[in-house]
Nanobody, 113 residues
Framework: QVQLVESGGGSVQAGGSLRLSCTAS????????MNWYRQAPGKQREFVAI???????SYQTSLTGRFTASRDNAKNTVYLQMNSLKPEDTAVYYC???????WGRGTQVTVSS
């Protein structure tokens, strides 16, 4: 059974940082392009970041410079480092293994002003 489990979410004040993790079981993340998405209340799910199998990254344009995706294949885990957080970053954050088409269940990030 394949599971992607996000963790590291929480409540922070504006300007703070969080690091999200997405750990997999039943699937080898090293073989997968991994994505981060987020969904704010009342809004559609939106792309945040992508990290390919060779470690190349790309981001939603507005997030470049604040968010950094990385991966540790030995731990079967990908990360999203989020700095200088803003209230508009409040959302449920999901990881998505696009090569194999599996989603995690999400972790809540709440940023207060």
């Amino acid at each position: 059974q394949v599971q992607l489990v996000e963790s590291g979410g929480g409540s922070v004040q504006a300007g703070g940082s969080l690091r999200l993790s997405c750990t997999a079981s039943g699937i080898n993340l090293a073989d997968n392009t991994m994505n981060w998405y987020r969904q704010a209340p009342g809004k559609q799910r939106e792309f945040v970041a992508i990290i390919t199998t060779d470690g190349s990254t790309s981001y939603q344009t507005s997030l470049t410079g604040r968010f950094t995706a990385s991966r540790d294949n030995a731990k079967n885990t990908v990360y999203l480092q989020m700095n200088s957080l803003k209230p508009e970053d409040t959302a449920v954050y999901y990881c998505y293994a696009s090569t194999s088409n599996y989603w995690g269940r999400g972790t809540q990030v709440t940023v207060s002003s």
